[in-house]
């Protein structure tokens, strides 16, 4: 049976884009630590659609959880036909204070269990000749923030892998599509010590990346831009220095009090 696997369906972004793809019909795979969120959610789901919806808990910042996960989907006869990579985290504040285990599990979870699922699982897309991978990476990483180097960088990885495999699997049918949210009303910055308080750009709801994922797929985009005000940042980028876009991105982030 056909399923879309989600990982970071817990909570926030990755939650909402479960909600929509249960509602589209698609039986779910949803992969985050806090289990007990995700039985509450497909608890939600499966009493509002008939859907199958699997839940396999894992902790994405160890190394073999992607294949524990790709092995999960086997043992449910699960055909994962849709992966989702929202997974994600970060951390506020100067690079030389963050703790070595943050470090390690933001690059963990942000790329090394992206890039593993990813290849995991294209295998069998290449094989079944269908297949969409949606990786959700970040406005921030168009441009290193200060004070969110580490998290920009990851999502700069993100965005480029997606691109490459974008044109690499082009007439293999698989698409691939890199989602480039701004900023996004979640518990996302409060995990990160992030004052959301301060960022000086309108912050959206969810339901603006979830929009932007199925308009960017059906236009079949490679980077998607949620809001008009990502798309200007990002494309306006081109016209200006790097120094001009750092500080202007340092600027709106506002990461650190009284910026
Ligand atoms: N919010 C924004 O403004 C924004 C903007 C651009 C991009 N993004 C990206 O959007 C994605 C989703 O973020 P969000 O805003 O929805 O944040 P969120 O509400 O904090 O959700 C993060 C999700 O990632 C999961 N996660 C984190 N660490 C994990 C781990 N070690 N193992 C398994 N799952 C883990 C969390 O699940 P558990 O804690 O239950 O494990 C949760 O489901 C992230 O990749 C983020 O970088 C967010």
Redesign the pocket.
Known sequence: MMFTLI??????????LAHEFADKGHNLVL????GD??RALAKEIRQKRRVEVEICV?????AE?PTRVYEFCRRHNATVGVLV??????HAGDFDLIPFDKLE?IM???MM?MTRLTRLFLSDMIDMKHGVIIN?????GLQGIPGLGL?SAT?SFVMTLSEALYMELKGKGVKVIA???????????E?AGHNAANIRLP?SG?DV?VKAVFKGLKKNRIWVFPTLIDTVLAFSQRAVSRKIVIRVASFFAAVKDGL
């Open positions: 990982t970071g369906a817990s909570m926030g972004i990755g939650e909402a992969v985050a630590r806090s969120k995700l894992e902790d994405l910042s160890e959880s990579n929202c997974a994600g985290l970060s599990e963990m979870v942000n269990a959700v990476a970040s406005l921030g998290y999502k989602v480039c949210p701004g900023f996004i009303a979640t518990s996302f910055f995990r912050i969810t990346v």
